[in-house]
């Protein structure tokens, strides 16, 4: 059932979750942006309590604040089947965070958790140090979104500290952040040790030249397991993008990977173009952010899709 994008509020939550408690047939409920609150999102957490069917349930965009994401962290200590949960830019904030983590470190039916855009107030990755240690016991969790949290370097760190006991997630997005080149040695660091994720997503951060480099070398020599990385909008320039590009030609697992948004000189379009001009492409077109173009004998590289 996909609401998502009406007005229902907190009256139509109400009402819905009085119908959850009964039906045992819906399995993929969408409420994302329908404009209710920790009134609304109380009375579905109460109804999530009872109901045995929903797989899926989507609160994306609803600002049930803290006290509201407090309510679902609850509803997860007794519900036994959802799988997959969004609570993006529900403006949660730390508290709320812990507790979720807090859940997760027992809850092992929760397979997918996206937690984009809380509010924190603090700049020393204090949630992070909690996700990470919910993430050396978790063993449901295959996918966990934290983007925009804020995380640095020292949240990286505590990252692969903790993710090297975890051998069930498989994509893991740190988009919007602010890892720089030592978060990315650490994460690096992760893949030599080949980790079972499968999808890194990094955009956006500034691992730098030195950070793709750290992340090039494990992918050449030691990782076999990640399938698709992210590293646009990271300014990186020619060293980090040559490195990348050269990488994939000894890495034979890496199937996408999608660098815009960095500074190509010559050489970077080259390395690329290289990755697509074979009979036999190493990437194939529709796996990549870039295309390669000539001008005057030069090769330049578009932004496609």
């Known amino acids: 059932l996909n609401l998502s994008y009406n007005a229902i509020g907190n009256p139509g939550a109400v009402q819905l979750a009085n119908m959850l ?3 045992q047939g819906l399995v993929h409920l969408n409420l994302a942006f329908n404009d209710f609150t920790e009134v609304g999102a109380e ?22 604040g803290n006290q509201g994401v407090l309510h679902i962290a609850n509803a997860l200590q007794v519900n036994a089947t959802i799988e997959s949960i969004d609570l993006e830019d529900t ?3 730390a508290q709320s965070l812990v507790a979720l983590c807090t859940v997760l470190k027992c809850n092992g039916v929760v397979h997918r958790l996206n937690v984009n855009r809380p509010l924190l107030t603090s700049v020393n990755d204090e949630t992070t140090v909690h996700i990470a240690h919910m993430l050396k016991v978790n063993r449901g969790l295959q996918e966990l979104h ?10 990286a760190e505590r990252l692969w500290e903790n993710l090297q006991h975890n051998q069930t997630l498989r994509v893991l997005d740190l988009s919007c952040n602010r890892i720089g080149r030592d978060g990315a040695a650490w994460l690096a660091k992760l893949l030599r040790g080949n980790s079972s994720i499968s999808t890194l997503n990094l955009m956006a951060n500034r691992i730098e030249d030195d950070g793709a480099e750290d992340i090039a070398e ?9 399938t698709k990385l992210h590293v646009g909008s990271n300014t990186l320039t020619s060293r980090g993008l040559c490195a990348l590009a050269n990488c994939l030609h000894h890495n034979t697992t890496l199937t996408h990977i999608y660098v815009w948004g960095n500074t190509f000189d010559h050489d970077a379009c080259k ?14 077109p529709h796996n990549i952010d870039v295309k390669p173009y000539i001008v005057d004998g030069i090769t330049y590289l578009a932004r496609v899709g």
Do not use: W
């Open 271 to 284: 390395a690329f173009a290289a990755l697509l001009s074979s009979i036999s492409p190493r990437i194939q």
């Open 146 to 155: 934290l983007s925009k949290h804020a995380i640095r370097d020292y949240g």
């Open 21 to 23: 408690k009964d039906d």
């Open 218 to 226: 494990a992918l050449s020599i030691y990782n076999t397991n990640l």
């Open 43 to 64: 009375s579905i957490a109460q109804a999530m309590q009872l109901n045995c069917s929903v797989k899926e349930l989507s609160l994306a965009g609803n600002k049930i």
């Open 91 to 93: 403006d949660l904030k």
